[in-house]
Nanobody
Framework: QVQLVESGGGMVRPGGSLRLSCAAS????????MGWYRQAPGKERELVAA???????NYTDSVKGRFTISRDDRVDTWYLQMNSLKPEDTAVYYC??????????WGQGTQVTVSS
């Protein structure tokens, strides 16, 4: 079992930046992919960004050029740097990790609000 603890959410003005962190409770091995989803009120959960074990990244079109996913395997933590935030980025952000032969593990979610 792996617990994921998120941090870094909050409220920011349009154009501002936030960095989300997702820390695993233990050393994680056999990673397939890790990343971030978000869910805005009244909308379905959508994949925001992901990074594979090999380091390939994938972003939803609306965040390309503004968000960057990264990982630090030394501390089993991954990050989502969010720049040039827009009101439409407002959502609860969930981190996840997919391990070989295991169900997907999820963080508890962190609220990001972009408002003037």
């Amino acid at each position: 079992q792996v617990q994921l603890v998120e941090s870094g959410g909050g409220m920011v003005r349009p154009g501002g930046s936030l960095r989300l962190s997702c820390a695993a409770s233990r050393r994680i091995l056999s990673i397939v992919e890790m990343g971030w989803y978000r869910q805005a009120p009244g909308k379905e959960r959508e994949l925001v960004a992901a990074v594979t074990a090999g380091g390939s990244t994938n972003y939803t079109d609306s965040v390309k050029g503004r968000f960057t996913i990264s990982r630090d395997d030394r501390v089993d933590t991954w990050y989502l740097q969010m720049n040039s935030l827009k009101p439409e980025d407002t959502a609860v952000y969930y981190c996840y990790v997919h391990l070989v032969g295991k169900p997907q593990y999820w963080g508890q979610g962190t609220q990001v609000t972009v408002s003037s």
